[in-house]
């Protein structure tokens, strides 16, 4: 399967423990991104990076969010102290950035189904 | 205000019919890209259609087309012949500006085909 995984699909957590998503972009995609996606919305984006740089972070991603892409390959979003607030589908989605300034569509993963009890 | 407004929560539509997903923007920049974008109840974001705003012609990909009338900034999906498989949710939204890369999305349009 050459497109965007995720892991874990599902995650239970108790409120105020950690939790980490893993997230493996296609492969020759530089470009990865983070988005958040409550029932009866629309995602909303959380951050993205260009290889291991880290190009944009949304208000919305608080103190208690930090996300990393240490190699340029996959990337992982870490929630601390988690919060029923928290409680959503954490989309992953990659794309490739041409040299020209052109950037090709992103392809979605499935997401990690979060629910804080 | 909203930079993406979808005001269909809801549509049905009988197979084989053609159905237009309607899909207002709001944005000050000159240069926006709108995409249209499949969600199956599997969750995954399944990338449908794209228009530039400096594009001249109404993009086109199968059985979907983009009704992009930029003066009225409204980039409506048309989805002919439609199949049992398009019940899904819709999402449309915009790329704003050459200075960012993240995508603002819509509320999104319930599509549900009968046979």
């Known amino acids: 399967d050459t497109g965007v995984s995720q892991d874990p699909r599902h995650k239970i957590t108790k409120r105020g423990q950690n939790v980490t998503f893993r997230c493996d972009p296609i492969?020759?995609?530089?470009?990865l991104y983070w988005y958040r996606q409550t029932l009866g919305q629309g995602p909303e984006f959380l951050t993205y990076f260009q290889n291991e740089a880290q190009l944009e972070k949304s208000r919305l991603l608080s103190d208690r969010f930090s996300a990393e892409r240490p190699k340029g390959s996959f990337s992982t979003l870490e929630i601390q102290r988690t919060e029923q607030g928290d409680s959503a589908m954490y989309l992953c989605?990659?794309?490739?950035?041409?040299?020209?300034?052109?950037?090709?569509?992103?392809?979605f993963g499935q997401g990690t189904r979060l629910t804080v009890v | 205000a909203q930079k993406i407004t979808q005001t269909q929560p809801g549509m049905f539509v009988q197979e084989k019919e053609a159905v237009t997903l309607d899909c207002t923007y709001d944005t000050s920049d000159p240069s926006y890209g709108l995409f249209w974008y499949k969600q199956p109840s599997s969750g995954e974001m399944i990338f449908l259609i794209y228009q530039g705003s400096y594009d001249q012609q109404n993009a086109t990909e199968g059985r979907y087309s983009l009704n992009f009338q930029k003066a009225r900034k409204s980039a409506n999906l048309v989805i002919s012949a439609s199949q049992l498989g398009d019940s899904a949710m819709y999402f449309c939204a915009m790329r704003e500006g050459r200075n960012t890369d993240k995508l603002i999305f819509g509320t999104g349009t319930r599509l549900q085909v009968f046979p």
């Open positions: 989605a990659s794309s490739l950035a041409l040299g020209t300034g052109r950037v090709t569509e992103a392809f």
């Open positions: 492969s020759e995609h530089n470009r």
